[in-house]
Structure formats: structure tokens, C-alpha cells
């Protein structure tokens, strides 16, 4: 069963959700613990103003008790300034520390205890004393009541030490944790984007890379299925590449198609026009020939030839060979075959007929490196020109003894050249035998070539005729041939006819005989 | 794609140029002219001692692979050709256009 695919949209909709949540939640627990250490900082500083303001509030009862104890001893009105001023900064310090607000429920009544010992000691000792330095209360008197606000400031001093102590604590405290909740929503953010950039790789540049390398693959006519990505939006460009593909597979398979037909086209075509040079019927003065052209299979090559008459006299013969294979490589074929015809037509020599069409291939780009020969015999005398642009050496005899013609030039198309006109005799009962290489290189057992020596083992048969030696290299080769056959196979042989005796002493060709 | 070319025709790449070792025929004369094609603008040696048989397709990859070779300034000079590989290049007339050390014997 496969699994209904879930969009991108929505996943990304959904990790874009989270992502925001985690960092509000980041920010939130942030702010509540920066708000958090600041009042800890606060409530510290309140803490830290009382404790000053207890300290002074010590020193301005100090300075009371001084000046009455100097108006005591001096009786000048002007030592008790300092009894003043402690008076009124005392008041001041009271109402200050009853506005702290520090959380400290024993403040008030500390205060409250001081307030009121340092008030009876003003109605007892330093008013008394103000009004009357003679008559004042006796010392032990006077430092005994002081005594008692020493006691109640010192209990004021213990409970505002006490929460200061506690305020500091606390304010610590909230700091580090104010650091912790930082760090942890850093880690999360981090966490969260890491998370993204996996989900972001899995979802969509890795998919978008399997599609890319799929859709770079159909070059090279690799069409592997891609696999199922569970998400919408990738399944329809992956729909859309499976669909190429196939469209692809089915163009490739009917251009294969096409070509096969053009390919068994082009054969046919070869092979038909090559087998109309068989029908010339009879050729002239007994002369006999024939030839087969065995396509290749599964390839188009450039083997082609043409046998005829110039004149009633003259036979000629063109084969060529181009080393390229298809279509193209046959068509080229068969118009170089018409140009060396018509080169001959013209009366030009072999070898000036391979000059020419050198010439005219040099200014086509598209032509290929190309084996050719042209021949003409003149049927009376047997005479024999040739010229061979690098192909396979013509052979001359009567199956017993050959002779060979070399190439009398290089392969057209490599380089300019010269081919020079070679001219032999084709003694009576002789034939020539021209072929292409498909014939000696045809693949047989172990990778062995048929090879020369086979060749002229089954031209033996020459002697009993073209059509027997044709059919007898063509069982052989065939006996010997393992696989496919790679290149077209092409043999003519013309033979010349053999004298006969028609009186003792005398002897005439065959086909000049008497009736 | 067959790898049949592969099987018939081993490149070994040398200090000099290549070493070659099978046939050069229809199925590997490919695979001599990718492995030639990028090669032009050098001075390469090719040993061809292992080399029993070239068609004209291989015949082909080596003239144009001279040509190019020439246009680029590079040069391609074919080493320790065996018999049938000499009595190839004899037939097609390119012994003296290719640039052929014959094996010492």
C-alpha cells in the first residue's frame, strides 16, 4: 500500500509553528527572569538605603546625647546644636525608614522601639537637663536611658542587616538563573534551526538531487525509476520526469525503428543496385563475371560497386569502400561509385579518375576516408588498367598460380596524392578477382581472420568459372564466419575466356570460335 | 552500450603515450578515439606490439587522430607495429603519411 503523500506546503507549515513556539517560549522565559533579577536588585538596594540610613540614624542620636552632655558641662546654648540637628535628622531618618519597603515584618515595631526610647530619654534626661543644667537627672541616670535607644538601634540595625543579607542572597540567585534560561534558549534557537536544516535537506534538496540526476541520466539513455518521496509537490515533478522518460524510451524506440528501416533500406538499396551490374546479360567476346555483396548485419557499410561496358569493347569495373558505417557512409559510397563511372565515361585513366574524385571529396567536409579501384579491359586484347586508392590488392591467375596488384596510391581522403595507372594482361582462361576487406578480415574461431590464404584456397575454383569461385568463397567464408557478419562482403571476378584447339597447332579464344 | 569494444582492446596509459594490447576493429575503434580525443596538443607514443589486427575503422581513429594532432601542435607516432599492422598501413598508403617506428628485429 503506498502512503498518501503529504504536501511540502504543510510540512513546512508545521516545523515553521514549532520553530516559532520554541522561541517565544525562548523570549518569554528570558524576559520573566531578566524581570525577576532586576527586582532582586531592586529589593537590594532598598535593602542597602536602610541599613545606611540606620547607620545615620545611630550617629544622629550620638550627636543629641553630645550636645546635652556639652550644654551640661558648659552651659553655653550654642553646644547644643548638634542636639538639634540629631533631633530633626532622627525624625527625617524614622519616616524614611517606615517608607522601606522592605518585606520585614519586625521593622516597624524596631522602629516604633527605638522611637520611643529615644523619646523618653529626651523628656527625662535631655530636656530636663536643657531647662535646668544644674538640676540635671544624675549621670548614671542619663547613660542608662541612652542605654536603652543604643539597645533598640542595635535590634533595628540586626533586622535590616538580616534582610540586606537575604536581598543579596536572592539577588545572586536570580542571576544565575537569569544566565541558565539565556543559554538554554540559545541552545533550543541552535537546536531548532540545526533541526530546520536537516528537515530542509531531507524534504527537498535531496529529493530535488535524485530528480536532477534522474533527468541527467535520460542523456545517457539511463531511465531508472525514481523512487516514491512521500511529499505532493515532488511527486508531480517526479510524475513529470517518469513521464519524460517514458516519452523518451518510446521516441528512442521509434527512432530505432526508423533507423532499421533506413538501415535494411540502404542494404537493400546497395544491394540491388550492385546486383543490376549482374544483368548486363552477355558480356562481350565470352567474357564472363559475376559477384555477390553480402551486407553487413545490423549496420549500413560502404562497400559498393559497378561492372559495365564504356564501349562495346571495354569493360570497366569501380569499387569503393568507405571506412564509415550508416546511411550517410552508403550514400556517400554510391555517389563516389557514380563520379569514378562518370570519370570513366569521360575517358579519363584510372589512376586521373581517382585524382578527380579525390579533388572533388577534398572540398566536402563530410566525406570519409574511402578505399577505391577503377579498372577498364579492353576485351580483345585482354589489356588490364587498374588504379587502387589503398585497397585490397586485385588478384590475377587462373586459380593455380595469382598474382597480386598492389595499391598503385594511398586511401583517398588523408592527405593529397597521386594515383598512378598500372596496366597487366589478363591472359585467356585468367580471371581478376577484386574484393573489399570485409572478405579476408570476416571473424572466425579464436578471433582468427579468414585472411589471404583462405581467399586464394577458394579461388582455386576460378578455373571452373566466376560463378563457382564467387559460390565457393562465399560457403567458405561463411563456414568460417562466428557471429554477426560485422562488414559487407564484397567479391567480383571476371574471367577471361580460355582458348580452345580448332585445328592441331592452333588456337582460338571461345568465344571467337567458328560456329 | 556493449563493453565489447572494452574486452577486444586494452589502453594502458604509459610515461610516452598509450600501450595497446588486442584488435582495433568496429566495436573498440571507439574507444580509441575517446581515450584519443583529448590528447592532441601532446607528443604521444603509441606501442602497438600488442596490436594483431586494425581494420579501416581503426585505420580511421589513427589518421584522425594525426590530424588533430598536427592542427594542435602535438604529434601522434606509432611504435613496435607488428606484420599485419605494416602490411596494413603498406596497403593503404599511410606508412608514409602516419608517423610509424617499426618493431626492431
Redesign the interface.
Known amino acids: 500500500m503506498v502512503p498518501t503523500p503529504t504536501t511540502l506546503r504543510g510540512r513546512v507549515a508545521a516545523v515553521l509553528i514549532a520553530f516559532v513556539a520554541v522561541m517565544v517560549l525562548a523570549a518569554a522565559a528570558s524576559t520573566i527572569a531578566f524581570r525577576s533579577w532586576s527586582d532582586s536588585l531592586d529589593d537590594r538596594g532598598e535593602s542597602r538605603n536602610a541599613a545606611r540610613e540606620v547607620a545615620d540614624l545611630r550617629l544622629a542620636y550620638s550627636d543629641q546625647e553630645t550636645g546635652v552632655r556639652g550644654y551640661q558641662l558648659s552651659g553655653e546654648p550654642d553646644t547644643l546644636a548638634p542636639y538639634h540637628d540629631g533631633s530633626a535628622r532622627a525624625q527625617q531618618l524614622l519616616a524614611a525608614l517606615r517608607q522601606r519597603d522592605l518585606g520585614e515584618t519586625d521593622l516597624i515595631p524596631c522602629i516604633d522601639a527605638v522611637d520611643e526610647a529615644a523619646a523618653t530619654w529626651r523628656t527625662a534626661i535631655a530636656v530636663e537637663t536643657i531647662d535646668d543644667p544644674d538640676a540635671a537627672p544624675p549621670t548614671d541616670e542619663a547613660i542608662a536611658s541612652f542605654g536603652r535607644v543604643r539597645e533598640a538601634l542595635d535590634e533595628l540595625e540586626r533586622v535590616v542587616s538580616a534582610d540586606l543579607a537575604g536581598e543579596v542572597d536572592r539577588a545572586e540567585r536570580q542571576r544565575a538563573l537569569t544566565i541558565a534560561v539565556l543559554i538554554a534558549g540559545l541552545a533550543s534557537a541552535l537546536l531548532c534551526t540545526a533541526l530546520v536544516t536537516v528537515l530542509f535537506r531531507r524534504w527537498v534538496l535531496v529529493p530535488l538531487a535524485t530528480i536532477s540526476r534522474s533527468a541527467r541520466r535520460l542523456g545517457a539513455d539511463d531511465t531508472a525509476s525514481l523512487p516514491d518521496f512521500g511529499i505532493a509537490e515532488l511527486e508531480d515533478v517526479a510524475d513529470a520526469i517518469r513521464t519524460m522518460q517514458a516519452s523518451l524510451a518510446q521516441a528512442r524506440d521509434r527512432a530505432v525503428v526508423a533507423y532499421e528501416a533506413l538501415a535494411q533500406s540502404a542494404v537493400l538499396a546497395l544491394h540491388v543496385r550492385s546486383q543490376l551490374s549482374n544483368e548486363l546479360g552477355e558480356l562481350p567476346a565470352g567474357w564472363q563475371v559475376d559477384s555477390m555483396l553480402e551486407p553487413a548485419s545490423g549496420v549500413v557499410a560502404g562497400d559498393c560497386y559497378d561492372l559495365g561496358l564504356l564501349d562495346p569493347h571495354t569493360i570497366y569495373l569501380v569499387m569503393v569502400d568507405v571506412t564509415g558505417h550508416g546511411a550517410v557512409a552508403a550514400l556517400d559510397a554510391l555517389k563516389a561509385k557514380s563520379q569514378l563511372r562518370a570519370a570513366l565515361r569521360s575517358r579519363l585513366a584510372p589512376g586521373a579518375a581517382l585524382e578527380w574524385l579525390a579533388k572533388e571529396r577534398a572540398t566536402d567536409p563530410e566525406a570519409d576516408l574511402m578505399t577505391a579501384l577503377v579498372v577498364r579491359i579492353d576485351v580483345e586484347t585482354g589489356v588490364c588498367e587498374y588504379a587502387n586508392a589503398g585497397h585490397p590488392p586485385m588478384l590475377i591467375g587462373d586459380g593455380s598460380g595469382v598474382q597480386s596488384l598492389e595499391p598503385t596510391g594511398p586511401l583517398i581522403g588523408a592527405f593529397e596524392s597521386t594515383w598512378a595507372t598500372r596496366s597487366t594482361t589478363i591472359a585467356p582462361g585468367d580471371a581478376l578477382v577484386a574484393y573489399t576487406d570485409g572478405v579476408t578480415d570476416t571473424l572466425g574461431p579464436d578471433r582468427e581472420r579468414f585472411g589471404d590464404e583462405r581467399l586464394l584456397e577458394s579461388l582455386q575454383a576460378v578455373s571452373r568459372g566466376p560463378i563457382e569461385a564467387v559460390a565457393a568463397v562465399r560457403s567458405a567464408v561463411e563456414a568460417f564466419r562466428v557471429g554477426a557478419r560485422a562488414d559487407d562482403l564484397t567479391l567480383v571476378v571476371i574471367r577471361r575466356p580460355p582458348l580452345v584447339e580448332s585445328t592441331p597447332g592452333e588456337t582460338v579464344e571461345i568465344a571467337t570460335m567458328p560456329a | 552500450?556493449t563493453d565489447e569494444g572494452n574486452e577486444l582492446l586494452k589502453v594502458t596509459p604509459t610515461d610516452a603515450g598509450f600501450d595497446l594490447t588486442g584488435?582495433i576493429?568496429?566495436?573498440s575503434s571507439p574507444q580509441l578515439e575517446a581515450v584519443l580525443a583529448d590528447v592532441a596538443d601532446r607528443h604521444i607514443a603509441i606501442d602497438m606490439s600488442g596490436i594483431e589486427?586494425v581494420?579501416?575503422?581503426g585505420?580511421?581513429v589513427l589518421?584522425e587522430a594525426h590530424?588533430r594532432a598536427e592542427e594542435a601542435g602535438g604529434s601522434l607516432t606509432l611504435i613496435e607495429i607488428s606484420q599485419p599492422v605494416a602490411r596494413l598501413l603498406e596497403?593503404?598508403?599511410?606508412n608514409?603519411?602516419l608517423r610509424v617506428k617499426p618493431a626492431a628485429e
Open positions: 552500450m584488435e576493429d568496429g566495436h589486427f581494420d579501416s575503422s585505420l580511421r589518421v590530424q596497403l593503404s598508403g599511410m608514409g603519411y
